[in-house]
């Protein structure tokens, strides 16, 4: 009769452990000195154990379907051809366009790409029947699925304008491209905008939601998957937890509309732990973010290259942060098991609590108007710039750490002779409808001020 190696050993219950942690802490207090608190008010315990597991999370990440997205900006089509078919030939699985002129000959950018069985996605900096249509027959001839990335609320959250139409607004324009396409997924939340501009993991989960509310509540018979582009920071579990959150959230309020309507999350490392000094680190942020982002369930990660902050798009910077997620993929085997995280009692509890305070806050906003009213009227704003205020006065004070920036810093590092891009906020005065919410790193104020006494 065959045993196990455990049933030579007697449970340890989780007072048991609760005792001998205490014992070992030398009368020093178990909540102040073991728990902490997160910036979503939620306390992290020193283990979580068994007898106090209450529920998991009901939610299937197919690790296994995941695929590595290269990012590419369409200006010169012929180097963008060029640089599609190579970035396929050295592991990408899919491309991300982004095309901010629909003038681009985006017929002549596709004929000649292996796109069969491809997934492939398009950032439009501007809406048009025209251009999604065209992309819909295109999708149709190459066998490839598409995802048209078309979000006006996301435009007016980022730019404090909407999308300039013909039409007498944007949703109009989107009702006569889900009228005028089959193929094609037309709709995507830009819940990176919220990572990076310095909102809680609550906050992200709730306003991404709240804002494809906005999209089912006008497209409430919609077939096609919503994308939601995701950016993902370095509190690892908590990251992890984030995206199950979000799949499991959307899947609740979708039912209410379409049972069978997925979410697909295309995942990006965030930008706001990123440094220009000590650049090197950053791939060490990224390497854990796109794990982070396989863990959790993405359906596509793009890398972000270590040197996207001050250097222009180049084929070094690419080529390393494509081959993070190859490493990742072919040689620490992350594609080989499905809801890697089912069962962790720490990412199960995790996922839950920061799905139950999302939920409420999403119901929240539901109850004060929605979230377009709020956004509207700057309360969307406000709150991220209060959670971005408490992370960077932990990051001025050194409680929130980024290696090489505001700890251990390298004093003989230089940085102005390198910069190809201009890697803080820019301010553009114009006139808009209402304030947009701005993207910032938590590094800036100090690199600019090393960058004048160089």
């Keep these: ?18 005792q001998k942690i205490q014992f070992e802490l030398d009368g020093a207090d178990y909540n102040q000195t073991v728990i902490w608190n997160s910036p979503e008010d939620i306390q992290v315990k020193p283990f979580y154990h068994t007898d106090e597991f209450t529920k998991a999370a009901t939610v299937k990440t197919q690790v296994s379907d995941f695929k590595i997205c290269q990012n590419i900006f369409v200006y010169d ?17 899919s491309l991300r366009f982004t095309i901010e002129d629909k003038t681009i ?18 950032n439009l900096n501007f809406i048009s029947i025209d251009f999604v249509k065209l992309l819909d027959q295109i999708s149709i001839q190459k066998k490839a699925t598409f995802y048209c990335n078309t979000d006006p609320i996301g435009q007016l959250a980022r730019e404090g304008n909407w999308f300039s139409t013909a039409d007498k607004n944007n949703f109009e324009t989107l009702e006569k491209i889900s009228k005028a396409t089959a193929n094609i997924s037309f709709l995507s939340i830009d819940s990176g905008l919220y990572q990076n501009a310095g909102a809680t993991i609550t906050q992200q989960i709730a306003y991404s939601l709240a804002h494809a509310n906005e999209y089912l509540n006008r497209f409430p018979n919609t077939l096609k998957p919503i994308v939601f582009e ?22 609740l309020i979708a ?39 396989i863990l959790g369930g993405a359906d596509a990660v793009a890398n972000l290259p270590y040197d996207s902050l001050y250097h222009k798009d180049n084929e070094f910077g690419d080529r390393i942060a494509r081959n993070q997620l190859l490493v990742l993929k072919h040689e620490s085997y992350f594609d080989k098991v499905d809801n890697p ?35 509207n009227d700057g309360t969307i704003k406000k709150k991220i710039q209060e959670s971005a205020a408490k992370e960077q006065e932990l990051f001025d004070s050194k409680k929130e750490i980024l290696l090489g920036t505001n700890k251990h810093p390298n004093k003989e590092d230089k940085m102005k002779h390198d910069l ?14 209402i304030t947009p919410i701005i993207e910032k790193r938590l590094a800036e104020k100090l690199e600019q001020e090393r960058l004048e006494l160089e």
């Design 255 to 293: 039912a209410e509309y379409n049972p069978d309507l997925e979410c697909h999350l295309l995942v990006t490392p965030t930008k706001r732990n990123k440094t220009i000094y000590d650049y090197n680190v950053n791939m060490l942020r990224t390497t854990t973010e796109c794990m982070s982002a």
């Design 420 to 433: 190809e891009l201009f890697p803080f906020v820019k301010i553009k005065p114009r006139k808009t409808l």
């Design 105 to 122: 000959d985006v017929q002549k950018l596709l004929e000649t790409l292996p796109l069969e069985n491809r997934i492939v996605y398009f």
């Design 77 to 93: 089509i012929d180097k963008s051809i060029q640089r599609a078919i190579n970035t396929l030939e050295r592991g990408a699985e």
């Design 341 to 375: 995280a089912d069962g962790s009692y720490y990412i199960e509890s995790l996922t839950m609590q920061l799905a139950e305070k999302s939920l409420t806050l999403f119901k929240d906003i539901e109850a004060n108007g929605g979230f377009l009213k709020l956004l």
């Design 230 to 251: 995701v950016s993902v920071g370095t509190n690892y579990f908590f990251e992890i937890a984030k995206l199950r959150a979000l799949r499991m959230l959307f899947k």
């Design 1 to 18: 009769m065959a045993t196990t190696l455990f049933d030579d050993f007697s449970p340890i219950s989780s007072k048991q452990w609760k």
